[in-house]
Every structure is written in C-alpha cells, then in structure tokens.
C-alpha cells in the first residue's frame, strides 16, 4: 500500500533502505518514545524491520518527504496491536522535527485505513482517533494522550514548550 499527502508520501519499506532507516530511527530520543522498537538500534534489527511481512490490517510505513534529491526517510508510522487495542505510532527524525510530518502523516493514514476499521474490530477506536486528529490544530500530543501513554514524542514535547 502507498499513500500521498500534500507533502509527504508514506510506503512499506524495502531492504535497500535498512541503511537510511537505521541512520533515521537510531537516536535514543527516538526510540524511548516506541513501544516497540529496541536500544540500541542494531543493523540486525533494521533488517528485520525491511524483511517482515506487512500485514494488511495493521499496515506500517516509511514516511518520506519527496524532493529534487530523490525521497528522504524522515520517519514511520503505522498500526500495531498494543494492550488489546488498535495502535497509531509514529515517530519523525530529530533533524525533521517541527515540520508538521507527525501530524500529516497520521492523519492521512487514518484517513485512508478508516475504512478498514470494521475488520479490524475498531470502529469506535477510529472514531476516536479520527476525532482527536481533526481537532488537533497541528498539535501531535493527542496522539499518546489519547492513548494513554505518559511518554512523548520529542516533537511533541517541543510543539507543546512552543504553545505554553
């Protein structure tokens, strides 16, 4: 599956990009906010990450921003299973932080997974998300909030020291 937003184009990933992947996500500033990504981040772990399968119900994605250099990875995001419930993660690299790319992207993901949200027993789950997304206002705290998580993402964090 890939998707297009105004800025960003969100894909699976492939093995030729384990390098740049391990490059993007391997900041412990990063990886502290993920339920499930390890510290360190290893060249053994990116590669498993490129290799596993997608699952068409629970999709994940590179998130890249297009440009005249080709497309650069500056995060992911996607579905998991967390605790019995549907879970939107994502994380943006510390050097494209503050772009708005968290937001956008998790916004066109649900956007088009929505529909979806019947098969995967969680249409009240996106009703939520898809509610707390559209009232954001670019600010990208709802979605650990929402969830019940007490960590931030460093974007957050430093969107919400810009507002108080």
Not at 83 to 90: I, K, P, R
Not at 103 to 123: G, Q, V
């Amino acid at each position: 599956m890939f998707i297009r937003s105004e800025r960003l184009f969100l894909r699976p990933a492939w093995p030729e990009d384990r390098d740049e992947l391990m490059a993007r996500i391997g900041h412990e500033a990063v990886v502290r906010n993920l339920a499930r990504v390890p510290w360190p981040y290893t060249a053994e772990d990116a590669r498993a990450f490129v290799e596993k399968p997608q699952d068409h119900r629970l999709p994940s994605f590179l998130v890249t921003a297009p440009g005249a250099q080709g497309a650069r990875i500056v995060g992911g995001c996607g579905l998991s299973m967390l605790d019995g419930e549907v879970n939107l993660g994502y994380w943006i690299t510390p050097d494209e932080q503050g772009r708005g790319y968290a937001t956008e992207a998790a916004r066109t993901l649900l956007r088009n997974i929505e529909s979806h949200a019947a098969t995967l027993d969680a249409t009240r789950a996106f009703a939520r998300l898809r509610t707390s997304v559209e009232a954001s206002q670019n600010d990208a705290r709802w979605l650990r909030e929402r969830q019940g998580r007490e960590r931030l993402l460093a974007e957050v964090v430093r969107q919400a020291s810009l507002r108080f």
